[in-house]
């Protein structure tokens, strides 16, 4: 059993796409690439925010939580204002991995 992950990204920048994965390198690629149905309509994509959970049952059910906020909580979220946003981490550790996947993480 691994982690699961809630994660969200800023598309054009103007909305958030909430998901949950597995695999959050290999699904920031499939979006990346144009392989995620709701994301593939736009060209700026950012991975703003994630959260780590022992668990696929409760990640789902923070996904649900995250989904149904406004677009304004949720970037207080990505801001810290509700906690710490474990997205840096992330973006550090895939650092020492492959440093032009974290240049577009980053971008």
Do not use: P
Request: net charge positive; charged share 25%.
């Amino acid at each position: 059993m691994g982690s699961w992950y809630v994660y969200m990204l800023l598309c054009d920048q103007k909305m958030f796409y909430v998901g949950m994965t597995n695999s959050i390198l290999n699904r920031f690629l499939d979006h990346i690439n144009k392989k995620s149905f709701f994301t593939k309509k736009f060209s700026d994509l950012k991975f703003v925010y994630a959260e780590r959970y022992l668990d696929k049952y409760q990640a789902a059910k923070r996904e649900r939580q995250l989904k149904g906020w406004s677009n304004a909580k949720k970037q207080l979220l990505v801001k810290g204002v509700f906690g710490y946003n474990t997205c840096t981490e992330f973006v550090e550790a895939l650092l020492s991995q492959d440093e032009n996947l974290v240049s577009l993480l980053r971008a």
